[in-house]
């Protein structure tokens, strides 16, 4: 049975009872799980797309799980605000981080701003991330690539893990190159992403809790760039960095803590979604092995197969906002105030949005998925996690003889930027530069 048809036979059958989807909903195991994710989401789209959900272990939220929806509320940042829920947090993780910060942020990126604060925000680096000036970097990344795919064929047959070897180091470079930062920093920044993106399944230190994690995350972060934003404030260069410390809204400078969460978002959110989305793409491209044999076929359907890894794995699952006056969406009534919970995995999978949504297709067009927001929100750094895997997979495709999996890939819990695999084993033949 196709995947496209496993998924609709078990969209009354997902083993929740409906009284527990509000707390499936609220649990970072489901999105590890596409098939317990699909057919719960499914389900909601055709039967509930707008849901007044409440979880024991959040706040209550509106759930959102139909693209036309997802489109419209992202449409009007100024009805829908992204302040102050950001993120799906557990009351615990809430009171935690209000414990260490006094606030309710223990960062405040430009994700998380509205209007005016908004636009100068990503205004400071959006130049930086515009197609013209990344050309500059073309050189580099296609460099990147080439020794990451040469990490791959002096592995031999393996099995080695794909993550460990190439998705991971691969855009970690790119973004290391943006900043400024020597090759050598990429042990020490990959060891600050997975502590901050793994906090679900990370050991807990001895006299701390779970929801400690992020916060202490958090501060090494910020402990880590702030000294990189002193030097640069020292000795400006001509990197992200760079722009970031000297960069001044209505005259002002950038407040520290804004500066250090614009970095946090740069160095760890750019780099870890590309990474999941590499990561995806290999794995979809072995379980689809007849849309491996098309993209070799004709590299041309690059483009179109990277909006397709995009959407297959949607490495950021979801996202919130706020609404600031009372809207109606399909007859509930939204109140000012309420939180919304928006699901860019389910709005990927509408089945009124994708024809069949569950079957992977390289050369999937039209492809209006969510992976990267929409409307004021949309990625900043769309363009470039663009460039770093065209990069990648042509130089993969150019030599690649064979790939497999060696065993299941390793999913980690989580409701923001689930799926992106702890560990992905495979058995490939690549052949020498």
């Known amino acids: 049975m196709s995947q496209a048809a496993t998924i609709e036979a078990s969209i009354d059958q997902t083993g929740i009872d409906p009284t527990s989807i509000d707390e499936a909903v609220a649990n970072p195991a489901t999105y590890a799980d596409p098939a317990l994710f699909h057919p ?40 829908f605000l992204s302040g102050p829920r950001l993120e799906l947090q557990t009351i615990a993780q809430e009171d935690a981080i209000r414990a260490a910060t006094g606030g309710d942020k223990i960062h405040r990126s430009m994700l998380d701003m509205d209007g005016a604060e908004h636009k100068a925000h990503r205004g400071m680096t959006q130049s930086w991330f515009m197609p013209a000036n990344l ?3 073309e050189a580099g990344i296609a460099e990147q690539a080439r020794l990451r795919v040469d990490s791959l064929a002096a592995a031999g047959d393996g099995p080695v893990d794909f993550i460990q070897l190439v998705s991971e180091i691969f855009p970690l470079q790119v973004i290391l190159m943006i900043l400024g930062l020597p090759p050598e920093e990429a042990p020490h920044l990959l060891k600050l992403t997975h502590d901050f993106t793994r906090r679900e399944t990370a ?12 916060v202490n995350a958090t501060h090494a972060i910020f402990d880590y760039f702030g000294n990189i934003y002193d030097d640069r404030l020292k000795d400006p260069r001509e990197d992200v960095a760079s722009v970031i410390a000297h960069a001044r809204i209505d005259g002002q ?29 290999i794995l979809a491209l072995i379980e689809n092995p007849a849309e491996l044999a098309k993209l070799r076929a004709d590299p041309d359907l690059i483009k179109p197969a990277i909006d397709e ?13 706020t609404a600031a006056e009372d809207h109606v969406l399909r007859g509930r009534t939204i109140r000012a105030g ?50 770093e895997m065209e990069a990648l997979f042509r130089e993969l495709l150019r030599r690649l003889d ?12 989580s409701i923001v930027t689930a ?13 020498a530069g």
């Open 253 to 281: 400078p950038v407040a520290r803590f804004e500066a250090m969460s614009y970095y946090l978002l740069l160095g760890l959110a750019g780099h870890d979604t590309t990474n999941g989305t590499i990561a995806g793409g």
């Open 40 to 79: 719960l989401f499914a389900r909601l789209r055709r039967d509930e797309p707008v849901r007044w959900t409440t979880p024991s272990t959040t706040r209550p939220f509106w759930l959102l799980s139909k693209h036309a929806d997802i489109v419209e509320i992202s449409r009007q940042p100024q009805k």
């Open 203 to 214: 050991a807990v230190p001895p006299g701390t809790s779970r929801d400690d994690i992020l």
């Open 419 to 431: 799926s992106i695999m702890e560990r992905l084993m495979v058995r490939c033949r690549v052949r």
């Open 402 to 413: 064979s790939i497999e999996l060696a065993e299941p890939p390793a999913r980690p819990p």
């Open 309 to 321: 890894f995009l959407r297959w794995e949607t490495v950021t699952k979801t996202f919130m906002r």
């Open 135 to 137: 050309r500059k970097l």
């Open 338 to 387: 309420d939180a919304l919970l928006l699901s860019y995995n389910s709005g990927n999978f509408d089945e009124e949005a994708f024809g069949d949504p569950f079957t992977f297709r390289v050369d999937r067009t039209p492809n209006p998925h969510l992976t990267f927001g929409h409307g004021a929100h949309k990625c900043l750094g769309m363009h470039l996690a663009r460039m």
